[in-house]
C-alpha cells in the first residue's frame, strides 16, 4: 500500500557512487563537480545499489492517472525485482512496457515465510552496484506491506533506497475522509469473529475519541458488507465514518457520514470490491 513532495530523479542505465573529494589549488577551494545523472555519494570507498519501491495500481486504470513519468521510466529499465505475487508484478511490467523483454526479467517472490537470509541473497549483488524493484500486491509497497522486511534489510546492508510517488489507499482515503488527518492510526484487518471484531472496534472507537484519533481498517472485499453491518452496529451514532471504494478507478466512491445518517442511507455496494474504512468519534 500508497505511502504518506519526493523530488524528482534523472534515468539512467547504471547508478553508481564514488568517492570524490574536493581538492585545494593555489586558486583557492574547487567544489566537487556532479554530472546530471550523480547519485548520493557515500564516504566510503564501496558503491552502493540501489533499491527502488515502485508503487503499482490500486484497480484498473490508466497509468498517467496514478503513477509519475520518473517512476515509468525507472520501472522500465530495471532487469530484477521482488514482489509478493510473480504474476501479479508481469501484469504491472506488461503494462509500463519494460526495457528489456519480460521473459528476461528475474522475479523473485517474496512470502510470509521468506527468511532474511533469502532477501539477503536477493540483495547481495547491490553490494557491487545495480539496482532492483520492490513492488506491492497493491499501491506502495512497505507501507502495510511484507516489503517492509526487504527494505530494512537493505538498510542494514548500507544500500540505498528510492521511494517513488504513488498510490496509497491509505493515505488517499485520509485524504479524503474531512477525518483527523494529524493523529491516525492504520490497524489493517479487524478479527473475522463477528463478537471478537465488534469488541475491537468498540476499543478503536474509545482509542479514537480519547485520542482525538482517526482509525484505519481494511477487509477482505467479499467480507465488505459484514462489516459495514458491524461498524452501524457498534459505534456510536455520533461518529463519523468514512468508506472509500475502488481507489483511482472509473468505479470510485467515497462518502463520509454520522453513523446515524449511515443508518439512514441506502447500503452502498461494497460487494466484492476493494475498500477501506476510517472513523473518528
Known amino acids: 500500500m500508497t505511502t504518506p513532495s519526493e523530488p524528482s530523479f534523472g534515468t539512467h542505465n547504471a547508478v553508481q557512487d564514488t568517492n ?20 548520493d555519494r557515500d564516504t566510503t570507498t564501496n558503491i552502493r545499489g540501489i533499491v527502488h519501491l515502485i508503487p503499482v495500481s490500486l484497480g484498473e486504470s490508466p497509468l498517467e492517472n496514478w503513477l509519475p513519468s520518473a ?36 522475479i523473485h517472490t517474496l512470502i510470509e515465510k521468506t527468511d532474511t537470509q533469502q532477501i539477503h541473497q536477493w540483495l547481495a549483488p547491490l ?10 500486491e497493491a499501491g506502495c509497497p512497505a507501507v502495510a506491506d511484507p516489503g517492509a522486511k526487504v527494505v530494512a ?76 453491518d458491524t461498524l452501524k452496529q457498534t459505534l456510536k451514532n455520533t ?9 483511482t478507478t472509473s468505479d470510485q466512491w467515497i462518502q463520509t457520514h454520522s453513523i446515524a445518517q449511515w443508518k439512514t ?6 460487494s466484492k470490491k476493494p475498500a477501506i474504512f476510517l472513523f473518528l468519534a
Open 153 to 228: 534489510i537493505a538498510h542494514t546492508m548500507g544500500l540505498r533506497v528510492q521511494p517513488w510517488v504513488g498510490p496509497s489507499s491509505i493515505v488517499l482515503s485520509l485524504m479524503a475522509s474531512g477525518l483527523d488527518g494529524q493523529r491516525f492510526a492504520f490497524h489493517g484487518y479487524a478479527p473475522k469473529e463477528p463478537g471478537q471484531r465488534a469488541k475491537q472496534l468498540k476499543t478503536w472507537e474509545n482509542d479514537s475519541q480519547k485520542h482525538h484519533q482517526t482509525q484505519i481498517l481494511i477487509e477482505t472485499p467479499y467480507r465488505n458488507s459484514a462489516m459495514f
Open 71 to 106: 517512476a515509468q521510466q525507472a520501472a522500465r529499465r530495471l532487469t530484477t525485482y521482488i514482489a509478493e505475487n510473480a504474476k501479479t508484478a508481469r501484469s504491472f511490467l506488461k503494462q509500463i512496457g519494460t526495457a528489456t523483454p519480460l521473459q528476461e526479467i528475474t
Open 127 to 136: 553490494r557491487n552496484g545495480g539496482e532492483i524493484g520492490l513492488v506491492s
Open 20 to 39: 570524490h573529494t574536493a581538492q585545494d589549488t593555489s586558486n583557492g577551494a574547487h567544489d566537487a563537480t556532479h554530472s546530471n545523472d550523480s547519485v
Open 239 to 247: 461518529t463519523r465514518l468514512t468508506i472509500a471504494r475502488s481507489l
Open 265 to 270: 442511507q441506502p447500503e452502498p455496494n461494497l
